[in-house]
């Protein structure tokens, strides 16, 4: 069984469906630690309510950002963490967590990469007028929405949408995707060539 981290800023409706998931299937690992930048996180709630360890670390009480950056990783080194599910985390994670888990750290971004990146990738392509757009899991490198990119489902855009259905519909999307990569990820099935991820049976 791997053991997770999910970190997450806010609401959380991805890590639930990450706890539902593994109540009701395999997910072929753990979820044993989320993490959070926001005190106010919903997520971390989530966790506890689900006996999940749920840590609030204020990047403010900290000197630098290198220092913020040494304590999360001594976490994940203490709770011997395979894999860092980021999900709607509002911080970069620091050059010393990338280098110690390098291609075991994923995200989901709400658009289809690499259009649209960026912390409002639904208003963007919903402003924009994209007739499709989508959600992405990919792996999380140096840049910014860059990584190697391992699922992908593509939504279309109605006439009649809002901002706030397509949101809606985007989530809906995200919720059955997500736990699938992850799965995928906790069962060895994900090989990484260069900028290709190819899923194996
Ligand atoms: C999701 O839309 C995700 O794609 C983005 O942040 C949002 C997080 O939502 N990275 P939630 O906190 O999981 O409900």
Known sequence: MKRIAVFASGFGSNLQALIDF?????LGGEIVLVISNKSSAFALQRARDNGIKAVFLDPAQFKTRGEFDEQVAGILEE????LVVLAGYMLLIGQNILAKFRNSIINIHPALLPAFKGIHGIKDAFDYGVKVTGVTVHFVD???DSGPIIMQQAVEISDDDSAET??????AVEHKLYPLAVKYFCTGRL????????ITQ
Do not use: W, Y
């Open 142 to 144: 140096e840049g910014l």
């Open 191 to 198: 090989k990484i060539t260069g900028r290709k991820v190819h």
């Open 79 to 82: 709770e011997k963490i395979d």
């Open 22 to 26: 593994s109540k009701n299937d395999d």
């Open 166 to 171: 397509l949101e809606e519909k985007i989530h």
